[in-house]
């Protein structure tokens, strides 16, 4: 193992042979970091935390009590092939969280962006992609397969069905299930997750300009309420726009997905 001289480890942590624990970095008693972990510097692990597998946790980033960061995916299908979980910096995981490594069928790696949290018994499953700005409120869970954008919103209790994607700055709501894909700044709620508008919330939170919200509304409605298929609906609205808010909506429908969409009601 390589511990660096700057780093502090209770002596009641075990840290198996090959593990690499950077400067600045705490492991508190009873953690149990596995040989193929890489902890950048300045991470902090925890009383009882557990990191193993192939996993990699980036600066400054927190792991709270009880979490269980880089363990084998819930999948029937793995037979120990050689895959990873790479963490981003300052995220913070709280207590109870549990973050799987990913799979070879699935591309083989699990990341995580910059500046998350993970609230309690928040659930990341394998191969699933999180960006940057993450909240996943308490018990909440992704399937494997996930992509979620920067900025978003996942209320406690929500659940995420796999494959599916959610746009950057989307928010779900608490004890919602969502089956398909979310628009960027959308606002999905009820237990079956239905689209029902723009986080316009968060929209003004990130200082966006009023114009620009402006824009999203009308775009919103021509979604909802246009003629033609949803897609037809953003093909439209593609050829119509210079709005660099609406465009990313457009480009997130008409890119290729493994499932359908939320559509407005």
Do not use: W
């Not at 700044?185 to 968060?202: A, S, T, Y």
């Amino acid at each position: 193992m390589s511990v660096d001289a700057k780093a502090t480890v209770h002596p009641n942590a075990v840290i198996e042979p090959g593990a690499v624990i950077s400067a600045g970095c705490q492991i508190g008693p009873f953690c149990t970091v596995g040989a193929e972990v890489v902890l950048l510097p300045n991470v902090e692990l925890k009383s009882h935390s557990v990191v193993t597998g192939k996993t990699e946790i980036g600066e400054e980033t927190i792991v709270f009590p009880f979490a269980v960061v880089g363990e084998i995916p819930q999948d029937l299908k793995f037979r120990g092939e050689n895959t990873r979980l790479v963490i981003g910096q300052r995220n913070r995981i709280r207590e109870g969280a549990t973050l799987n490594v990913g799979t070879e069928g699935g591309g083989g790696v699990t990341t995580v962006g910059d500046d998350c949290l993970f609230m309690t018994g928040a659930h990341v499953g394998h191969d699933a992609q999180v960006g940057n700005r993450v909240v996943m409120a308490n018990q909440s869970a992704l399937a494997g397969h996930c992509v979620i954008g920067d900025d978003v919103i996942i209320g406690g209790l929500a659940g995420v069905h796999q494959f599916v994607r959610v746009g950057a700055g989307a928010i779900i709501g608490a004890v919602t299930m969502v089956t398909n894909d979310v628009i960027p700044h959308g606002l999905v709620q009820g237990p079956r997750g239905v689209l029902d508008g723009l986080n316009l919330i968060g929209l003004k939170r990130r200082g966006v300009a009023r114009s620009d919200i402006t824009a999203l509304r009308a775009a919103f409605q021509a979604l909802a309420q246009g003629e033609g298929a949803f897609q037809d609906r953003a093909r439209r609205l593609a050829a119509e726009t210079e709005n660099d808010y609406v465009r990313e909506i457009v480009d997130f429908v008409l890119a290729g997905s493994d499932r359908s969409f939320l559509t407005p009601g």
